[in-house]
């Protein structure tokens, strides 16, 4: 019975302490703990009631001492407790006992308070043996605790890791490593996925735990640690890592790509609708750094007609039956450009081999041969799988220096081009100018930041072309009814004024005026290119919905069974995720080797051009590295969308993504 001068036990932060009861009010006690501290608790709290007493009007020192005292004793007592002899003399019984009669077993005849409190503190310790339910405890069963005993075997094993594991960190992160623990590889995912998850990876507390004991608390730890193992470069492409974008392939695939070889490096069967064009001679334009070229232009001028051909390389022959890699296509949906390297939507083998337009050398394709008037209209086409083989390899920069000299068959090309694009004008397209960034990263890790004007005589006549064939290619397949995957954009929500040059500002203020670009199974029309209806096709090496679009021509010319609408919407589905997953990664690995490049030239000075302005800070685009940036707001200073000016960089953090700015 709860009385004043009693001495009470209750648990505290997985304790077991004993106190003297001062006194009682409304269901609760005030305590002086053998701790000399005061508190008051609910008399529920309270687990053991003695039935001995201390004098409360004694001093503070001396009820501390004679608790301390009582403690002792019960710890003493404790140690002659054997719980397992006890459990085996209850395990039969089903039912739970109390403290006196389980003293009784222990200390008979007649047990003390203290020996009630020495079999508590001994039961509170160890849990193996009996379960507390209210007032009783309940010994387990043989096979529980059988099975408690192997979960403290695997805690031991795992503390024992943890610990081995953590030594071993701290000894890589002082530059002394000593020899890698037995679960090494192991530790090494774990460390991967916290360094690319951080909270949210799976076992993010165990390995924040292991961090904590190695005295590791930098929040770059996890990737420090992988970088001085050699696990990762000091520029590893976490964006990469933590969107699981595979950058290799597996065998299935590469078995597969070894017989298409085998069979390409006989002679080239035509099919029986094959056209053989190989009498064209067409060229093909790209960046110097091309490796996987997919199409390729070729002019055809009788009397007075003017045939242009658009050529795109037939990858989807090659896959047709081939389910490992068609199958590994879709997943990846699109070929990846890094600044740093290049992931392929198809094996090299196959996307720089026997599907790229290689001079000399005779290419399956598909080729849409068009026939234009004097305005530059189409006055009929034909769409034709066929044979060809490529004369020329040009750069963009070659051919604006050839049209510069008027070279015949470009500046007749380029002629052309400039007709398809008015023609686009008229029918309500819009075209904002926007310079191309183009960052290289060579091996030794040196980046180069150049900008390419996507104006330029040679882009724009290449991208007319490539605009033609889309639009033959919709129209082909709207007017068969033949399921596909169409590209549709709204009219932009306010009227497009016509724009010559790029203007930050202004192209800034229309991206928020245009609508989005929307993939759908229904042909309609695409504002932005002044098109009635738009597919893309005429990059299959490096995009599926090219690589699908040019299956489903190729089935309708061939007479073959195409793909359903069903299965189109069912991969848009599936694809869609994964292009804004792969654009996420282009945006973000681009933006880190700007700020890398940056890093290293802390206090430099660029243009800026003032964008936006927000209460605390303003957005800026910085002209020489096509890069928007916050700046936040300088007292005594303030600017206007559209002004420029001269910035400093302060300081840049690739890793973390951040770069602090200020003006001159």
Not at 230 to 247: M, T, Y
Not at 383 to 412: F, T
Not at 475 to 501: H, T, V
Not at 617 to 641: A, K, Q, T
């Amino acid at each position: 019975m709860m009385e004043i001068g009693k001495v009470v036990a209750f648990f505290e932060q997985k304790k077991v302490l004993c106190a003297v009861c001062l006194e009682i009010k409304d269901n609760r006690v005030h305590l002086l703990s053998e701790e000399n501290r005061e508190l008051t608790l609910g008399v529920n709290r309270i687990v053991h009631v003695s039935s001995s007493s201390l004098k409360p009007q004694a001093s503070r020192e001396t009820l501390v001492e004679n608790l301390k005292k009582i403690v002792e004793r019960q710890k003493a007592l404790a140690r002659e407790v054997v719980l397992a002899e006890l459990w085996e003399v209850l395990s039969g019984e089903a039912r739970g006992f109390d403290l006196r009669e389980m003293s009784e077993l222990v200390f008979p005849p007649r047990p003390t308070s203290d020996h009630e409190m020495a079999v508590l503190r001994v039961l509170f310790e160890d849990r193996l043996y009996f379960k507390q339910k209210g007032e009783l405890y309940e010994p387990r069963s043989p096979e529980k605790v059988e099975e408690i005993v192997r979960q403290l075997q695997r805690q031991e094993e795992e503390e024992r890791e943890m610990q081995e594991a953590a030594a071993w960190l701290a000894g890589v992160f002082a530059n002394q490593p000593a020899a890698p623990p037995a679960e090494k590889e192991a530790l090494l995912h774990l460390l991967k996925e916290y360094a690319l998850f951080g909270p949210e990876a799976p076992e993010a507390a165990k390995a924040k735990a292991i961090l904590e004991r190695a005295q590791i608390q930098a929040p770059t730890a996890p990737f420090d640690l992988l970088v001085r193992l050699g696990e990762w470069s000091e520029d590893e492409n976490l964006f990469l890592l933590r969107h699981r974008v595979p950058q290799t392939f597996g065998g299935n695939v590469l078995n597969e790509v070894g017989e298409i070889l085998v069979t390409a490096a006989g002679s080239l069967p035509l099919h029986p609708k094959d056209r053989d064009l190989t009498f064209l001679h067409p060229l093909t334009i790209d960046s110097e750094y091309t490796r996987d070229v997919d199409d390729a232009l070729s002019l055809e001028v009788s009397g007075g007609t003017v045939q242009v051909g658009i050529h795109i390389t037939d990858v989807a022959t090659f896959l047709n039956g081939r389910k490992d890699i068609f199958e590994e296509a879709r997943q990846r949906a699109i070929s990846i450009y890094l600044p740093e390297q290049r992931i392929p939507m198809i094996p090299p083998a196959m996307s720089e081999g026997v599907c790229s337009l290689i001079v000399g050398e005779k290419r399956r394709a598909l080729s849409f041969l068009a026939k234009f008037d004097e305005e530059g209209k189409v006055r009929e086409y034909q769409i034709a799988p066929s044979i060809i083989q490529v004369e020329r390899r040009l750069s963009y920069e070659g051919v604006d220096q050839l049209l510069e000299e008027g070279e015949d068959e470009l500046s007749r090309l380029y002629q052309i081009a400039e007709k398809l694009f008015r023609r686009r004008m008229a029918a309500g397209a819009f075209f904002i100018p926007r310079p191309e960034r183009m960052i290289r990263v060579n091996r030794e890790r040196e980046i180069t930041i150049l900008k390419r004007e996507r104006e330029s005589p040679s882009q724009k006549m290449v991208s007319e072309f490539m605009i033609l064939a889309n639009c033959l290619a919709a129209s082909f397949l709207k007017e068969r009814g033949i399921p596909a995957i169409y590209r549709s954009q709204m009219e932009p929500r306010e009227k497009i004024p016509p724009i010559d040059k790029f203007d930050p500002l202004q192209a800034y203020r229309l991206r928020r005026v245009m609508n989005r670009v929307e993939f759908g199974t229904r042909p309609l029309p695409h504002a932005g290119l002044g098109a009635e209806a738009y597919v893309t096709l005429t990059s299959p090496i490096r995009r599926f919905y090219d690589l699908l679009v040019e299956a489903q021509i190729l089935s309708a010319l061939r007479g073959a069974p195409s793909w359903s609408q069903a299965q189109m919407e069912e991969i848009i589905t599936e694809v869609g995720p994964t292009l804004s997953k792969v654009g996420l990664v282009e945006e973000m690995s681009e933006r880190y080797w700007v700020l890398r490049h940056l890093e290293k030239r802390p206090g430099a000075t660029t243009k800026g051009v003032i964008l936006d302005r927000f209460p605390n800070r303003y957005l800026v685009h910085l002209n020489e590295y096509l890069l928007e940036v916050d700046m936040p707001v300088v007292s005594g200073r303030s600017f206007e969308p559209g002004d420029q000016l001269l910035i400093r960089i302060e300081k840049a953090h690739a890793r973390s993504g951040t770069v602090k700015i200020v003006p001159v």
